[in-house]
């Protein structure tokens, strides 16, 4: 079991890996505060037992005491993916002090700005077009009209 505990002056974020369920999050979440937790989620094939279920994520998040689970790796592969919404279901029904964030590729979190976000949504970033600057539009046109 490889985790990682990061504290920053925004707060505090407990990275689990890869790790499988372990009832030492009882003991980390005692002896440590920690506002955010990136925990690991998926199906697990027959057979196969070293993925969280959606379940033991949201029991880890609890032991822990976070103000915010983030699960991750719940679409990485198809064998073994799992809907993050159930996530956000059983930790809202059980434990509304917790918040769930549900991240996609490439997002960006920023604790505690982004704690109530929920699903993340990658923003459209209009506003920083520039034609002047493309290689389509701009000064040094590459391609022709």
Known sequence: MVTYLLNTPGGSVFHIGDSIYSNHYFRIGNE???DVALINMGS????VTDKLTVFDT???ARMLRTKV???????????TQEDPLELE????????????V?????GRFQYPQDQDIGRYKYSQQV????PERSLEYGPQRKFSQ
């Open 44 to 47: 697990n094939p027959p057979g």
């Open 89 to 100: 279901r059983i930790v809202k029904e059980r434990a509304p002090n917790i918040k769930t």
């Open 102 to 106: 549900i991240m996609q590729w490439g």
């Open 69 to 79: 689970v983030i699960p991750m790796h719940f679409d990485n592969w198809a064998i």
């Open 32 to 34: 440590h505060k920690i």
């Open 127 to 130: 506003e920083k077009f520039n």
């Open 58 to 60: 949201y029991r880890i």
